[in-house]
């Protein structure tokens, strides 16, 4: 998470912090900035030798071995100890910021290696209750750990607890071993976050030594010049760095660390001073304000927050209100942390039930919306979870019944009839052999009930609205020739073909709300290099249909009347281009156009035309000058 704009905190040690499972290092790096001003491991062994008077130590040379090379009659603890405190040495914004975090979690757990009480400064300063003090080496559980240690002492312990030389360190990490014992618990059980430290501290390769195989993940916030490159040999130790500029005096890490703070302890009240510059504008680009957005809805406060704030967004025009709730939905929906309550189970929490039900009482249950719900639908068409799709077959039922919500009928259709892995009918390309469809003992009523066609959503362009386009779809799909050596009873499949074609207007219709448009799905109901990218199901029905009526002269009258009075656009064609190419004479049918209103109809100009050019030869005066008439109109 983009705790600020300069450092992005990774999520599970956030997480870790939320359950109460971290524990802060704090090193020497946070007393280097004023009133601290203290001094680095290196520049102390520096200093203990100007005041012992031998040659300072020279570059790369191992400090902690150096200083226990220190005269015998030179007390280096002791002085240690006392450039360590003094009247003019104080906390700084560090101190104070890291004192803030932990007090922030649930329980304080501080191990420093520092010998000042700058953080017990700090904490006092600030009215903070770190807990318990411990000093090295009566140090306590590891897995068992709360409070503030001083794991190599302080300043008021005695010399010969401080651990400052290569012998106290070999002491307390490697003969006597109690400060690799208690570091090996503490690693396994907790989280650990280093502040203050560096790659070259020699604390760190001793620290090294607590770290096992079993070792919870561990951090370190370390500054850009820091890293240098050095992140994969952090990496390497087991260590992930938390970057971060060293401008200004590290002004960044305060920052964060202030930041990781505020957002350990936000609430209601929090949220709501900061969330609505957030939200008011959409879904942000700001990798900051987008974190923390994020970060607010993973809490029930907070998404209780994010729903109360967008929907009493005063001022607004409903159409600006309107895009900023969508936009903001369609994120949701797209999210790592959200997108699973959407697709494939119900809410856990009492913040994702938050958002699922503003998602069912602000978007369904408004007629405004209807068209963004049914975007919602195509989005989610190929994997809803059960949860939600339970609930929305509920909310929308009810809304019709009770509230005569009539304009959920096109949500009804999709939800009921071709949502996948709900009420879709399952793909069947591969276990249905073609040989199936003709055969006799399968009636077309069980055929039709397996082979049902449902809608297949397609998201809009942009700038084209927010309503989905829809158009049929089928479970079966693998088209073979019918030739004239094929064995089936064509009856049958005539009553296969003409139930589909029924089912699939009646769900085109009730998605679109008003009559279907057939001409673009099939060009030409005849054979035609028109339909020569049509090789769905619904093309041959036609085909079968069509066939079978040019086929079955005693039947035309019967088929054309009852293919007329359905309500599919294909039917209705069909039945003109039986017409066609019927025995009625040419009077006929002209006629029947005129007293249909059907010349000039866009859907079915193709058939109407073929009507014309059938009927041309033979028509007679009369025809024509109406048709010339009705033209010129």
Partial sequence: MWITADVN???????????????????????????????????????????ADEPLPHNGEQLDRFIGMLPDNFNAHKRTKDLMRGDNIHCNSTHEAIVRLVSSVKTPRIVTTNYDLLLEEAAQKQNCDLGRSYYGPAVPIGSDFSGLLYLHGSVDSPDREIVLDDRDFARAYLSEGWATRFLLKLFETYTVVFIGYSFGDVIMRYLALGISSH?????????????????????????????????????????????????????YNAYEKRLPGIIENGVPKDAVDLDYASAALSTAEGAQCFVDIIERKEGQEETVKSKIKREWLSWLMSSDALREVFTERGPKTQNEKILLDWFLVDFVQKPEERDFVLYVLCKL????????FEQLHECVSYCISHRDRRDLIPVFTVLMTSMQGHSAPSVLDEFIEPSLLYNSDISPQILSLIIRPYLKLTAPFRGNGIRPRAEIAWPYDRIEEIDNHLSFDMKKMALLAESSLQRASALLQAYQGENEYSCLSRPSIEPSDQNLYVSDLQSMFVDILRDYAHGHKDQQDSLIYRWWNSESALLKRLAINTIAFSDWDANRKITWIFEHDYLFDLDAHHEVYMVLKEAAPSMGENSKKNILRISEE
């Fill in 9 to 51: 905190i990774p999520q599970q040690l956030l997480d870790a912090a939320a359950k109460d499972e971290v524990v802060f290092f704090v090193g020497a790096g946070v007393s280097f900035n004023p009133p601290s001003n203290l001094p680095s491991y290196e520049q102390l062994a520096t200093k203990l030798a100007e005041e």
């Fill in 215 to 267: 070792a919870r993940p561990r951090y370190i916030f370390l500054s850009e010049e820091d890293m240098n490159g050095r992140d994969n040999e952090w990496q390497h130790n087991g260590i992930t760095p938390i970057a971060y500029p060293s401008a200004n005096k590290h002004c960044a890490l305060v920052r964060a660390i202030n930041a990781w703070a505020d957002h350990m302890s936000l609430d």
């Fill in 381 to 388: 068409q190929s994997s809803m979870s059960d949860w939600l």
